[in-house]
C-alpha cells in the first residue's frame, strides 16, 4: 500500500527523483499514466496487469468505456529506474499534468499519484474534508 507525500522537482531533462520508500514498492519499472484530476498515476507491473485484465471484461461496445481505455492506455508509459533513483517523464505526461519544475508524489493506496505543485495545492484543499467524509460514509465506507 502507498502512502506519504514527497516533494521533488524535475530537472531539465524531465528526470524525476522517485523516493525510496515508493521505489521499494513501484519496482525497478513501473508504469504511468494520465491519471484523473489532472494528475499522473503511477503503477508497479503487477497492478497494471490487474487493471488491463478488468478493462479486457468491460464490453467494448461502450462508447464510455472506448473513450476511457484511450485516455487510460494511449497516455501510458513504461518507466525505468536509473542508478541515481529517477525516471524519465515523457513530454506528453507531463504536459498534460502542467508539470514543469515542482512535483508533488502522492501515495494512495494502489498508487503513486504524481503532481505538479501548483495543482496539488490549488486541488487538495482539505476545508471541506467533513462534507466529504459524510459523502463516503454513505457510500459504506466508514472509518
Known sequence: ????????????????????????????????????????????KEEWKAIELKFREVSQFSKDARKFARFFFAGAAACE??????ILLPA???????????VVLAGVASRVEIWSKARWQAENGYDDMEEVAEHMASMGLVI
Open 81 to 86: 529506474v536509473d542508478k541515481q533513483g529517477r
Open 92 to 102: 506528453v505526461l507531463r504536459g498534460f499534468a502542467g508539470i514543469e519544475k515542482e
Open 1 to 44: 500500500m502507498f502512502m506519504g507525500e514527497y516533494n521533488h522537482s524535475i530537472d531539465a531533462k524531465g528526470r524525476l527523483i522517485v523516493p525510496a520508500k515508493l521505489r521499494e514498492q513501484l519496482g525497478d519499472e513501473f508504469v504511468v499514466t494520465k491519471g484523473l484530476d489532472g494528475c499522473l498515476f503511477a503503477y508497479p
